[in-house]
T-cell receptor, first 114, second 114 residues
C-alpha cells in the first residue's frame, strides 16, 4: 500500500450542507490529487496540489475547494453539496514531477447527497 | 491536449482465454501511458506503465501492453484469463513535461466466465 488513507470512507449528507473529505499520506510526497469517479466517465480531476499551500484546478472544479496546510493532508470541501456531487472520490499522490511518475490511489470515499 | 479512448464498456471472456483490452490515445507530445486496475470497492492499482524505455511493457499478474506509436495504441493483453482478473481497467495518458496531469479513459469492465 502507498500509505494513503481517506476519511470518511462513506458519507450521506443533504443538499446544501458543506462537506469536507480528508486525504492523509505518510509518504511525504509533494503532489496530491482529488478525482471523482462516475459511471461512464472514468476518473476526472477536481483539484491538485504541488506543495503546501500550492493548489490548482482540474477539469471539474466547480463547486469544490481544496486546502493543503501541511504536506501530509489534502482536504476537499464541497461548499454546498448538490445531488450531482454524489460520487466516489479518490485521492492520489505522486512523488516526482516527471510525467512518467506513478500516481498512487487511496481507497476512496463514497459520498451520497440526498 | 491529451485524451484516451477505450472502446466498449464491457468485455467478457472465458477462463483460460486471451484477454485483450484496447486503448487508443491522443497526445501532442510524446506520451507516458498507464494501465490501472480497480477491484470492487477498492482504489486503483497500477498494472503497468510505458515511459519510453521499451515498447513492450510487462506488468503484474501476467499482463502486458505494447506501445505502437503508428497506431496510437497501448492495448493490454493477458494470454490466459483467471477468475481473479474480473475487475475494471483504466487506461491513462500523461504528457511529456513535468507536472503533467493524468487523463483517464472511461474504463472497461472485464468479466471472466467459468
Amino acid at each position: 500500500d502507498a500509505g494513503i488513507t481517506q476519511s470518511p470512507r462513506h458519507k450521506v449528507t443533504e443538499t446544501g450542507t458543506p462537506v469536507t473529505l480528508r486525504c492523509h499520506q505518510t509518504e511525504n510526497h509533494r503532489y496530491m490529487y482529488w478525482y471523482r469517479q462516475d459511471p461512464g466517465h472514468g476518473l476526472r480531476l477536481i483539484h491538485y496540489s504541488y506543495g503546501v499551500k500550492d493548489t490548482d484546478k482540474g477539469e471539474v472544479s466547480d463547486g469544490y475547494s481544496v486546502s493543503r496546510s501541511k504536506t501530509e493532508d489534502f482536504l476537499l470541501t464541497l461548499e454546498s453539496a448538490t445531488s450531482s456531487q454524489t460520487s466516489v472520490y479518490f485521492c492520489a499522490i505522486r512523488g516526482g514531477a516527471g510525467a512518467g511518475d506513478t500516481q498512487y490511489f487511496g481507497p476512496g470515499t463514497r459520498l451520497t447527497v440526498l | 491536449a491529451q485524451s484516451v479512448t477505450q472502446l466498449g464498456s464491457h468485455v467478457s471472456v472465458s477462463e483460460g482465454a486471451l484477454v485483450l483490452l484496447r486503448c487508443n490515445y491522443s497526445s501532442s507530445v510524446p506520451p507516458y501511458l498507464f494501465w490501472y486496475v480497480q477491484y470492487p470497492n477498492q482504489g486503483l492499482q497500477l498494472l503497468l506503465k510505458y515511459t519510453s524505455a521499451a515498447t513492450l511493457v510487462k506488468g503484474i499478474n501476467g499482463f502486458e501492453a505494447e506501445f505502437k506509436k503508428s497506431e496510437t495504441s497501448f492495448h493490454l493483453t493477458k494470454p490466459s484469463a483467471h477468475m481473479s482478473d474480473a475487475a475494471e481497467y483504466f487506461c491513462a495518458v500523461s504528457g511529456g513535461r513535468a507536472n503533467s496531469k493524468l487523463t483517464f479513459g472511461k474504463g472497461i469492465t472485464l468479466s471472466v466466465r467459468p
